[in-house]
Nanobody
Framework: QVQLVESGGGLVQPGGSLRLSCAAS????????VAWYRQPPGKQRELVAA???????NYADSVKGRFTISRENAKKMAYLQMDSLKPEDTAVYYC?????????WGQGTQVTVSS
């Protein structure tokens, strides 16, 4: 049974930073594609960033230059460093692991950017 647990969300002022973490209980974490998604209030879930097994990354245009995705395979952890946060970044953030036809989601962590 794959379990993902996100942490690190909270309330932050515009311009601030947060680091989200995703802890995975999988046998071979390094084999998975890791992605962060977010779901703003009243909107659909959207892809924020992804990192492949070889550590190639891609980002949504709205977060390029502000967010950084990373992974530590030995610890079975993934991270999303979020800098220069804006009110429009407010959302529930989800971690997802993908391998072949299988996707696994965490429960999400709330990020609120407000003064």
């Amino acid at each position: 049974q794959v379990q993902l647990v996100e942490s690190g969300g909270g309330l932050v002022q515009p311009g601030g930073s947060l680091r989200l973490s995703c802890a995975a209980s999988v046998s071979i974490f390094s084999a998975y594609l890791v992605a962060w998604y977010r779901q703003p209030p009243g909107k659909q879930r959207e892809l924020v960033a992804a990192i492949t097994r070889s550590a190639s990354t891609n980002y949504a245009d709205s977060v390029k230059g502000r967010f950084t995705i990373s992974r530590e395979n030995a610890k079975k952890m993934a991270y999303l460093q979020m800098d220069s946060l804006k009110p429009e970044d407010t959302a529930v953030y989800y971690c997802k692991l993908s391998l072949s036809l299988y996707d696994y989601w965490g429960q999400g962590t709330q990020v609120t950017v407000s003064s």
